[in-house]
């Protein structure tokens, strides 16, 4: 899970160049979010300010779900933006500016953008129609291999596989195929350089390449869990890569382990990960690095994921004030994962930050609403017990009444 989707064109890119890059990436330090086209229209249930062409089902399904994970009730406009999206056959892409047209061959549906709206229709319920129908159209792209790709019929890759896996879970639903075998396929040899890692996908030769983010989603994948998770139950065996021995296929269990070795690892020294784009410089991946820590508490190693979650905390604001909600949701999804408090994540209260990016959520309304009818009620009494005391000839001056502002979620 990672914060912007990629351009068609990108993707093309890294097919030239010949690398296995997954199909989103996170805004690197320095960059800028995509800016609205002069005619974009923004809908006003939609969450953040950028040209939602290539992330707008992505990011507002993020937003919906890290709300829901700390008790804050969305916006019926933002989960309705998000149900509305949807094509007849259940499918999602990636942005729809005409929603009430029907979807034909034109529509560029994925699996990216299907599965998140799964699990953040889920999470804010009522909509279990429509991600049902999510689920049985996801189901029919699955692959013969037991993954999915990116697209419908494209080769099957880790990222793809994870998030899929992630929407059935939210389901109860299981694939046809099992999807673990290819995970753990695509595991990297311990010993190896990068062992323990996931590939995104073989290149063409068939190689594997160790690769973070789609480790991360890996792991996610291979325990069955969703972009929503707490920590896991700390395992018996010490966090590191281990093989299955005579030659058997790693276990799901093996590729979750071997997969958070690998991650925990790259994470010692410096305590997050860093980008590595093609023709890019070095730099910190904040949101990969997020995505890390998710799947290290996931699977129970919360004591490895301190050192990279003090790393976001310290560090991690400014890039998600930058890039927008789905930042904001991978932070307060990494910090409800460690059992940490989001509104406190280094000074900043990222709820109120990703609240801020979209419509205000029921929750927070309801509290408005309930403040100002008690500051009436209050105003109401005030002046009753004045008009009392003045015909009683109790000698009242002003009364004061005050009230301790609440911090809106």
Not at 17 to 33: N, Q, V
Not at 168 to 192: M, N, V
Request: proline fraction near 6%; hydrophobic fraction near 45%.
């Amino acid at each position: 899970m990672t914060v912007l989707r990629r351009t068609a064109g990108a993707l093309a890119a890294t097919a030239v160049i010949g690398t296995a890059t997954p199909a989103t990436t996170a805004l690197a330090a320095g960059s800028t979010a995509p800016s609205p086209s002069a005619s974009a229209v923004l809908p006003s249930g939609l969450y953040g300010s950028s040209d939602p062409k290539f992330d707008g089902v992505w990011r507002q399904s993020l937003a919906l779900l890290a709300q829901r994970a700390v008790g804050v009730t969305p916006a019926v406009k933002a989960v309705d933006w998000l149900a509305g999206q949807q094509c007849a056959n259940g499918a999602f892409a990636a942005f729809r500016a005409e929603p009430t047209a029907a979807c034909d061959a034109k529509v560029a549906v994925d699996t990216n953008s299907t599965a998140a709206a799964v699990q953040a229709l889920k999470a804010a319920g009522g909509h279990d129609a429509a991600a049902d129908r999510a689920v049985t159209w996801l189901k029919a792209q699955q692959n013969k291999d037991g993954g999915w790709g990116y697209t419908p019929g494209s080769p099957s890759d880790t990222n793809s596989t994870g998030v899929v896996v992630g929407a059935l879970a939210a389901t109860g639903e299981s694939a046809d195929r099992s999807p673990y075998d290819l995970l753990a396929k695509w595991s990297l040899p311990c010993g190896q350089d990068g062992g323990g890692a996931l590939a995104y996908q073989p290149d063409k030769q068939g190689k594997l390449a160790a690769n973070a983010d789609a480790t991360a989603a890996g792991v996610l994948g291979a325990l069955g869990k969703g972009f929503v998770t707490t920590a896991g139950k700390t395992p018996a065996k010490a966090p590191a890569c281990a093989g299955a021995g005579s030659g058997k296929a790693l276990a799901r269990e093996d590729v979750a382990r071997n997969g958070a070795a690998y991650l925990a690892d790259a994470m010692s020294k410096a305590g997050h990960l860093v980008s590595a784009l093609p023709g890019a410089t070095p730099q910190p991946d904040y949101g990969n690095t997020a995505d890390a820590v998710v799947a290290l508490a996931a699977q129970g190693w919360t004591e490895q994921a301190r050192k990279p979650y003090a790393w976001l905390a310290a560090h991690a604001a400014p890039w998600a004030e930058q890039s927008g909600p789905a930042a904001y949701a991978e932070l307060i999804l990494a910090a409800h994962a460690m059992g940490a408090d989001p509104r406190d994540f280094g000074g900043t209260n990222l709820v109120t930050a990703l609240n801020a990016t979209g419509p205000a959520p029921r929750a927070a309304v309801g509290k408005q609403a309930e403040k100002h009818s008690q500051a009436k009620k209050s105003g109401n009494s005030v002046w009753w017990i004045v008009g009392t005391g003045l015909v009683a000839g109790i000698g009242i001056g002003f009364l004061f009444s005050g009230r301790r502002k609440q911090q809106q979620p």
